[in-house]
């Protein structure tokens, strides 16, 4: 008697469904990829950065769920953001949007700036100059954006870019009161971010969180083509690979 042989597309089926569920359930519970497509987070996130959000970091929520159905009302095994994390939220007015920012305020947080100057329940957060960051202009000319590390009062420190200096539209605010359930995020590229300080992102709510930004898998300058294969060496920032996001 001869042995019947598998079925060799009806076993490729198999393994690809189970494949898709692993990877379901893995986007689910444990980490997500996000890209980078903009410069709000410059210069802790660059435009072309790509990296893991741990899901399991502040609870899961209907947005932790492929497609975002209405299966959770508010949040399951629920973590609190901790002053200085850099979130994956979608957008509280438009829920189709992912946006990443840092967590500046808490529920009940007052929050205001003032000469570029961050407030948080009426002291000043220690802000530090270092050496701008080099960029070229529209003329072709190198200069220097003003950058600064900010300290935080639980003390977690990271860099931010002033690229209007202290008087961009968004330097002199109203003070804002952190509802409860709710948190107040900022850009790290403090002129160039439309954040909690913009009515079009407002507070975002706790349930509107996906995760915590963790890790730079993957960096690539997007002033070079994929299919530009010569140039790949100088495409992928390397120094970024598996480092860590403070």
């Known amino acids: 008697m001869t042995e019947k042989k598998p079925n060799g597309i009806w076993e490729l089926a198999k393994t690809v469904v189970w494949a898709v569920l692993i ?5 689910t519970t444990s980490y997500e990829p996000f890209n980078i497509p903009s410069g709000s987070m410059i210069p802790t996130l660059l435009v072309g950065d790509y990296l893991f959000v741990s899901k399991f970091s502040y609870g899961y929520s209907r947005y932790s769920l492929p497609f975002s159905p209405p299966l959770i009302s508010e949040r399951i095994f629920p973590s609190q953001p901790k002053r200085g994390d850099v979130a994956v939220f979608r ?3 438009d829920t189709d949007v992912d946006y990443i920012k840092r967590v500046i305020g808490l529920p009940g947080d007052k929050i205001q700036i003032k000469n570029g100057l961050l407030f948080i329940n009426g002291k000043m957060v220690e802000r530090r100059r270092i050496n701008g960051m080099p960029r070229i202009d ?13 300290t935080l009062p639980n003390g977690r420190s ?3 870019l002033e690229v209007l200096g202290d008087n961009g539209g968004a330097d002199n605010t109203r003070v804002f009161s952190v509802p409860q359930g709710h948190f107040f995020m900022m850009g790290d590229n403090r002129d160039n971010s439309v954040d909690s300080r913009d009515p079009s992102v407002g507070f975002v709510p706790f349930r509107n969180f996906i995760g915590q930004a963790e890790l730079i898998f993957w960096s690539w300058d997007k002033k070079w083509s994929w299919w ?7 495409a992928v920032r390397f120094k970024r690979v598996f480092g860590d996001i403070r």
């Not at 990877?23 to 986007?27: D, K, L, M, N, S």
């Not at 190198?142 to 900010?150: A, D, L, N």
């Open 91 to 93: 957008k509280p007015t």
């Open 158 to 160: 990271y860099e931010i």
């Open 228 to 234: 530009q294969v010569w140039n790949w060496y100088k």
């Open 138 to 150: 529209p003329f072709g000319r190198k200069i220097f954006v003003p950058q600064f590390v900010e």
């Open 23 to 27: 990877a379901t359930v893995v986007r």
